[in-house]
């Protein structure tokens, strides 16, 4: 599994199961999107205030569900930025059991950068860049 410096615990909530009793293949999505957001407050790139001053949006993502998901199970989702590029990012995700680390389900995400003002994507902001790059070892030059 990838690499991660950032993992983000998730509560498995009753209402986040399907009627076979493991969490519903949407909810993933939704457990990505809790992880990706602290992973940018951790950063100190958000702080939370107008969901209109977060510059990112969702263009892509991709998941590969490996084993289901129960009520009351441990999960961490793991979060790193993989590429940079001038407008768009990369970010790859780890589900796992958050007491065993067994590999629950792998994502990719292409964020944005966009600016909800204007209505149009925007350069990566240099702030954002530099941040990323010193938390993941990543090289300041875009691809």
Request: hydrophobic share 40%; glycine share 8%.
């Amino acid at each position: 599994m990838t690499q991660f410096n950032f993992f983000h615990p998730i509560e498995v909530r009753y209402g986040d199961l399907d009627p076979q009793g493991h969490v519903n293949n949407a909810k993933i999505v939704t457990y990505l999107e809790q992880a990706r957001i602290q992973y940018i407050k951790h950063l100190n790139l958000w702080h939370g205030g107008s969901f209109l001053d977060i510059g990112i949006i969702l263009a892509e993502i991709r998941v590969t569900y490996k084993a289901p998901i129960h009520f009351g199970q441990a999960v961490r989702v793991g979060v790193r930025v993989v590429r940079l590029g001038n407008k768009s990012f990369e970010m790859a995700y780890g589900v796992e059991d958050g007491d065993t680390h067994a590999e629950l389900a792998t994502a990719s995400t292409v964020q944005v950068a966009y600016d909800y003002r204007q209505q149009k994507s925007i350069a990566i902001p240099e702030e954002w860049r530099k941040a990323i790059c010193a938390f993941e070892g990543l090289e300041m030059a875009t691809s």
